[in-house]
């Protein structure tokens, strides 16, 4: 496999109760990466689960090496923060992203770190332009979702929903995710970096053969409102009161043109005392100074954001195991 660039290379790969896939994702890891001429690790990161999970991630570091690094959180805490874990625990240059179902093919990594290093991008999306999921649950709500995505981001990607995603550390490690938001990861980067940096690559897709999906058709509706969300964060994050300025400024306006049409009807002799437009215009009123009151207080909240320290959306519980030094437990390549 031909790699041009020097470069260290963590894969993250959080996983929620997939006991029977943990072992044969790290044989298909292994059977990948093992004459990859560069260094790399594995980051398994197990977000809280109930089955044997965790047994099996630490059966496969021992027989596969310290370059398998297990990462346990605490409790269940949902795949975004078990990717964020794995992210700030990741030690290389370039930073591979995927699901622990064995749906996504880690046969794609070399050749999406390749573009991503020779074509000096900050991110290579997978595409699943082949996907191996039901219709009617699964493949129609993704690209009604993605569309969406693409028309309020501007983030122009076929799949969002993809986990397969090689990154530089550099640049993926400034962003912060919570909630639902690992799916809008592009999105957030096209706050740190040009659109152009961004690129997709097709990948494999298979089948899911064993355990149970954790998604449903409500992830749809999580969708929408994470959307919302970035949309908010994207173009108002440092400057909050304009968004609730233009909402007060709207309505307060909107209420005094009321107001003053109220004004001339009781110059005119009629009453008004009685009338729900005249109520109304007090209300849009009263809410307009209330949005602009709001306004400056998200302006105080975002400076003490963005100046105070951030805050991880996770707890890990075996820090000493997970925090390798930055010289040791790194798969070599082999010797010529």
Avoid at 129 to 141: E, F, S, V
Avoid at 199 to 208: G, L, N, Q, S, T
Wanted: proline share 4%; aromatic share 8%; net charge neutral.
């Amino acid at each position: 496999m031909s790699v041009t660039v020097d470069h260290r290379l963590s894969l993250v790969i959080p996983m929620y109760n997939e006991q029977d896939n943990v072992l044969p994702m790290l044989e298909r890891v292994h059977e990948v990466l093992g004459d990859y001429p560069m260094p790399w690790e594995v980051l398994l990161v197990n977000d809280g689960s109930s089955d044997g999970t965790l047994a099996m991630m630490r059966e496969g570091q021992a027989k596969y090496g310290e370059h398998v690094r297990v990462v346990e959180l605490r409790r269940n805490f949902g795949q975004t923060a078990a990717m964020q874990a794995g992210i700030d625990l990741a030690r290389g240059d370039v930073i591979a992203t995927l699901d622990g179902d064995l749906q996504n093919d880690p046969i794609d990594i070399p050749r999406m770190v390749n573009r991503l290093l020779d074509e000096d991008l900050d991110l290579v999306a997978g595409w699943r332009k082949n996907r191996q999921d039901a219709l009617i649950m699964r493949k129609i709500p993704s690209r009604i979702a993605n569309k969406l995505i693409r028309r309020i981001t501007g983030v122009q990607l076929h799949d969002y929903g993809c986990s397969l995603k090689v990154f530089r550390a550099e640049v993926v490690k400034n962003v912060r995710l919570y909630g639902e938001m690992h799916r809008f990861i592009p999105a957030w980067l096209a706050t740190y970096t040009a659109p152009n940096r961004i690129a997709e690559e097709v990948v494999a897709h298979h089948p899911r053969t064993r355990g149970v999906s954790k998604y449903g058709i409500s992830r749809t509706f999580r969708v929408i409102i994470d959307l919302l969300v970035v949309y908010f964060f994207m173009r108002f994050s440092a400057r909050p009161g304009h968004f609730f300025g233009m909402v007060g400024l709207g309505l307060g306006g909107l209420g005094g043109l009321i107001m003053v049409y109220m004004v001339l009807l009781k110059l005119l002799g009629e009453d008004i005392g009685t009338r729900p437009l005249f109520f109304t215009g007090i209300l849009l009123i009263l809410v307009g100074v209330q949005m602009l009151t709001t306004g400056v207080v998200a302006e105080m909240l975002s400076r003490i954001y963005f100046e105070s320290q951030e805050r991880k959306s996770y707890i890990v519980r075996n820090k000493d195991a997970a925090l390798a030094t930055d010289e040791e437990a790194w798969h070599e390549p082999p010797q010529a």
